[in-house]
């Protein structure tokens, strides 16, 4: 089963990595990855669902089948190690924006609200 990306629009596709074109000739930091969302963590899957603009409130067994591609990271998000790992408090903060299929794509930078004033 392929499966998609959780940012609405986001284009990419979860596939074996010997099937996606160039993959295995890239660098391993340069590989698109997919990273499963921090169901155990409910302060920081918050964050990564008002990222993708889903309810927060999400049954977790819905949660635990969405991924969100490694375009939606930072490059300091991810741990130096040889795989392509997230960061413990990492948050998905890069977004591009889809405005109609085949045009460019910028990528920028969402804001978030990490806790309210008191």
Same mark, same amino acid.
């Given at each position: 089963? $392929?499966?998609?990306? &959780? ?7 979860? =596939? ?6 160039? &993959? ?7 590989? #698109? ?16 669902? #008002?990222? $993708?603009?889903?309810? *927060? ?5 819905? $949660?635990?089948?969405? =991924? ?10 991810? =741990? ?5 790992? #997230?960061?413990?408090? &990492? *948050? ?13 794509? &910028?990528?920028?930078? $969402? ?6 004033? =008191?």
């Amino acid at each position: 089963m $392929v499966r998609k990306c &959780a940012f609405p629009g986001c284009p990419n596709r979860e =596939k074996l990595t010997s099937k996606r074109k160039g &993959a295995l000739t890239l660098p391993q930091n340069e590989r #698109l990855t997919f990273h499963r969302f921090p169901s155990n963590d409910r302060e920081r899957l918050n964050l990564w669902l #008002l990222a $993708v603009q889903r309810d *927060v409130n999400l049954p977790i067994n819905s $949660v635990k089948h969405m =991924k969100l591609c490694s375009e939606h990271f930072s490059p300091d998000d991810f =741990k130096s190690t040889g795989r392509r790992l #997230l960061n413990k408090g &990492a *948050v998905p903060a890069l977004f591009e924006h889809y405005s109609h299929p085949g045009l460019h794509r &910028a990528k920028v930078p $969402v804001p978030f609200i990490t806790s309210s004033p =008191k």
